[in-house]
């Protein structure tokens, strides 16, 4: 992480990797040319270097719209700046959540010491720089939350975080228990096209471990094919996007677009109607691997169907335990459905 300098009226000399000043304000003389510190200007919310190429953007956060305004330009600027006047951690962490896995890198600026340690860490991630006054105590409270983050680091593996992707592999998964879930407000995903026999949506309880749950595209003795729907479990289950984020069910809208998955292929498809009713669920466990487990909520009726392989669908009120059913094994963490790489559990 990265501390850089705020410039202002004889502003003092720091260790700073960067010294950041608005376009009137000149650079303090030992900020010159033969110093090693990169110098940045802002004007009118563009950030430029000193051969006066753009390298990002600087923006204020005071509500939603200017959040909005800042994801914008993740994954498209090299910087983006961002001053919360009135600091709130959450659009913070949104945006730290956003620039993970892209070439986006995060400045916050800092006003008092109290602000160091959530921008340090957010997320278990952190901001790439801080910006920071011209103060001393600031400035050694900064430079020991770096030197600890850089330590944090350096435990951290290259596997410690799998990012599912938007096509994912299908794995096998085997049922270890189906229990009786309650009654629970139950979601059918009702789609804009027709589904093929052998699709579905990844939905479970954990965003590190998603189930395959077939649409009702196969006849039934008493209930006649839905082959646009997937009867999907209750409302707090997660669903895989189609842009490789999750959602909960309860946050499914009309236009939003979800992946539909087979064994042999995926494809993009837009919700175009959600039905969410009180329904008797069951509940079934499932282990990913001998270290990782997950859970699925799901609707105790017949029609609901899991799958087992290529050409093999289980209804859920007939599946047992030992049997292998087809979903998704990651080690990804979420916030606000966008993968990143802190650690998070879900049981």
Not at 70 to 96: R, T
Not at 121 to 139: E, S, T
Not at 144 to 163: C, F, M, N, P
Not at 268 to 290: D, N, Q
Request: hydrophobic fraction near 45%; aromatic fraction near 4%.
């Amino acid at each position: 992480m990265e501390l850089w300098l705020s410039s202002e009226n004889r502003v003092e000399q720091h260790p700073a990797n960067a010294i950041v000043s608005s376009d009137e304000e000149p650079f303090p003389e030992w900020a010159s040319d033969d110093n090693e510190i990169r110098r940045y200007r802002v004007d009118n919310g563009a950030v430029t270097d000193d051969a006066g190429k753009t390298i990002g953007a600087f923006i204020q956060i005071e509500d939603d719209e200017g959040q909005a305004a800042a994801l914008e330009f993740i994954g498209l600027a090299e910087w983006l700046l961002i001053d919360c006047p009135d600091w709130k951690m959450i659009p913070l962490e949104n945006l730290v959540a956003a620039a993970d896995q892209t070439s986006t890198k995060i400045a916050a600026k800092i006003s008092n010491s109290d602000q160091l340690q959530g921008a340090t860490f957010a997320l278990q991630k952190g901001v790439d720089a801080l910006i920071l006054p011209n103060d001393v105590a600031i400035w050694a409270v900064a430079q020991e939350l770096a030197a600890q983050r850089l330590s944090d680091i350096g435990d951290v593996t290259e596997s410690s975080s799998i990012v599912v992707e938007e096509s994912p592999e299908l794995v096998q998964l085997q049922v270890t228990k189906i229990e009786t879930g309650g009654v629970g407000d139950r979601v059918c995903v009702d789609l804009v096209q027709m589904l093929e026999i052998g699709e579905g949506v990844l939905v479970g309880s954990s965003a590190a471990s998603l189930v395959l749950v077939h649409g009702e595209t196969l006849s039934s003795q008493f209930v006649p094919p839905r082959p646009f729907r997937i009867n999907a479990g209750p409302v707090h289950s997660y669903i895989l996007m189609a842009n490789g984020s999750t959602k909960y069910l309860s946050e499914l809208l009309a236009g939003d677009e979800v992946l539909v998955v087979s064994p042999s292929s995926s494809r993009a498809v837009a919700v175009g109607r959600l039905k969410i009713e009180p329904r008797p669920l069951l509940l079934v466990r499932f282990e990913c691997t001998s270290q990782i487990g997950g859970q699925i909520f799901l609707q105790q009726a017949e029609t609901v169907r899991l799958v087992l392989n290529l050409e093999k669908t289980v209804s859920v009120t007939h599946l047992e335990a030992g049997m292998n059913i087809l979903g998704v094994c990651a080690i990804a963490g979420r916030h606000i459905g966008q993968a990143i790489s802190g650690d998070v559990e879900e049981k």
